[in-house]
C-alpha cells in the first residue's frame, strides 16, 4: 500500500511540472499596477488613456460687409479686368462640411451641417459607406466632436449649396470602388462646389475654406474660426440687341474643385456655371446683363458665351485670359452678335 501511495505522490510531482514548463507559452492579462508607464512613474499614463477622447468645439464665424467701388471702366477684351470686393454677410452659410486627418493624412473624421429644407439643422457623421444623422446638441454652426490625443489637420468647408466631397456628384449616393463618401487621404482630397457634370446644376452661389494645424491634448478645446471665401465672381455684360427669339444665354467656364494639401483651386475640364432664361420684355434690348460665381482663382480661365433661339444653338463666342481673384467681382463687356 505505501508503494502506492509513493508511485502516485510522484506522478502528481511529474504532472505538476509539466504544467509548469508550459505556462510560458499562455498570455497572461497585463497587471497594470505594475506596468512601468502606469502613471506612477514621471511622464507616464495609464493605459486607457491612449483611447481617451477630448471634446473639441468649434463655432463658425460670419463676416462683416464690406464692399469697394469698381475702380475703372469696363474693359471689352477681358485681360485687364475690373474688380469689386464681394460683400459677405454674417450666418451666411446654409451647409457646413468638417472634415479632419491625423498626422498620417488618413480621414478619422467627417460631419456636415445643413439649413436645407429636408435636413434643416441636422448634423450628419460621414464615413465610408453610410450618411446617418446624430444627435446635434448645439446650434447651427457649432461643430462638436471627440479625438484622441494626437496631431491633426482641421478642414472646414462651407457654402449655399451642398458642394461634395473627393468626387462629383457625392449625394447622388452612387457606389463606387472606394464607397459611396470616399475617404480620400489629405494629400488628394478635394472639394467640389457642385453636385454633377449635369448643365443643370449650377457652381453654389459662394463658398469657404478653412484649414488648420490641430493638436489635440489632455484638455478639451473650444474655438470660433472665420473661413475665407475661395470664390471670385464674374459678371458679364452683353452691348449688342438682344434678338427677338432669343431663348437663354449659357456660360461655361473651367472652375471644377479645390484642393485641401495645396490650398488652391483646379480647373478640371469645362462645365456649365449658368444658364440665364431671356424674358419677353428685354428681347430686344442692349446690355444684357449676367454673373456667375467661379471657383477657379488660381488660373486664367477661359469664358465661353453661348446664345440661343428656342433649343437651337444660335452663336458662340470664347473670350480667354479673364483672371478671378478670391472676394472680388471682375466685369467685362463684350459684344456677341456682332463684330463690331
Not at 488618413?106 to 445643413?114: A, D, G, H, I, P
Not at 447651427?140 to 490625443?149: C, E
Request: glycine share 6%; proline share 5%.
Amino acid at each position: 500500500m505505501q508503494r502506492i501511495l509513493l508511485f502516485l505522490s510522484l506522478l502528481a510531482f511529474i504532472c505538476s511540472c509539466k504544467k509548469q514548463e508550459a505556462l510560458p507559452n499562455t498570455i497572461k492579462p497585463t497587471d497594470t499596477s505594475k506596468h512601468p508607464d502606469n502613471g506612477n512613474t514621471p511622464g507616464g499614463s495609464t493605459l486607457t488613456d491612449v483611447n481617451k477622447k477630448y471634446q473639441v468645439l468649434f463655432t463658425v464665424a460670419g463676416f462683416t460687409k464690406e464692399a469697394t467701388p469698381i475702380i475703372s471702366a469696363l474693359q471689352t477684351n477681358a485681360i485687364i479686368p475690373n474688380v469689386v470686393v464681394l460683400p459677405s454677410d454674417d450666418k451666411y452659410y446654409a451647409k457646413i462640411m468638417y472634415i479632419v486627418y491625423d498626422s498620417t493624412g488618413t480621414q478619422v473624421s467627417r460631419l456636415e451641417e445643413n439649413l436645407s429644407p429636408e435636413d434643416n439643422g441636422k448634423l450628419f457623421r460621414i464615413n465610408k459607406n453610410f450618411r446617418r444623422e446624430i444627435n446635434n446638441s448645439t446650434p447651427f454652426g457649432t461643430i462638436k466632436d471627440s479625438l484622441k490625443a494626437g496631431d491633426y489637420t482641421l478642414i472646414i468647408t462651407a457654402g449655399t449649396q451642398k458642394g461634395s466631397l473627393n468626387k462629383l456628384g457625392e449625394f447622388w449616393q452612387i457606389p463606387s470602388p472606394n464607397g459611396l463618401f470616399p475617404e480620400t487621404p489629405l494629400s488628394d482630397a478635394k472639394f467640389f462646389p457642385s453636385d454633377d457634370h449635369n448643365v443643370n446644376y449650377n457652381l453654389m452661389e459662394d463658398a469657404f475654406f478653412y484649414k488648420s494645424v490641430l493638436k489635440v491634448s489632455k484638455n478639451n478645446i473650444e474655438q470660433t474660426i472665420v473661413p475665407e471665401r475661395i470664390i471670385g465672381q464674374l459678371s458679364i455684360n452683353i452691348e449688342d440687341h438682344t434678338p427677338q427669339k432669343a431663348s437663354y444665354y449659357r456660360i461655361y467656364i473651367d472652375n471644377e474643385l479645390y484642393d485641401f494639401s495645396m490650398d488652391k483651386a483646379h480647373a478640371e475640364g469645362t462645365r456649365n456655371n449658368l444658364t440665364s432664361y431671356v424674358t419677353k420684355n428685354y428681347s430686344g434690348e442692349s446690355n444684357y446683363s449676367l454673373s456667375c460665381k467661379v471657383l477657379n482663382t488660381q488660373t486664367p480661365v477661359t469664358l465661353k458665351i453661348e446664345g440661343y433661339s428656342g433649343l437651337q444653338l444660335s452663336v458662340r463666342k470664347t473670350i480667354p485670359n479673364i483672371r478671378i481673384n478670391k472676394g472680388e467681382t471682375t466685369s467685362i463687356s463684350t459684344k456677341l452678335f456682332s463684330n463690331n
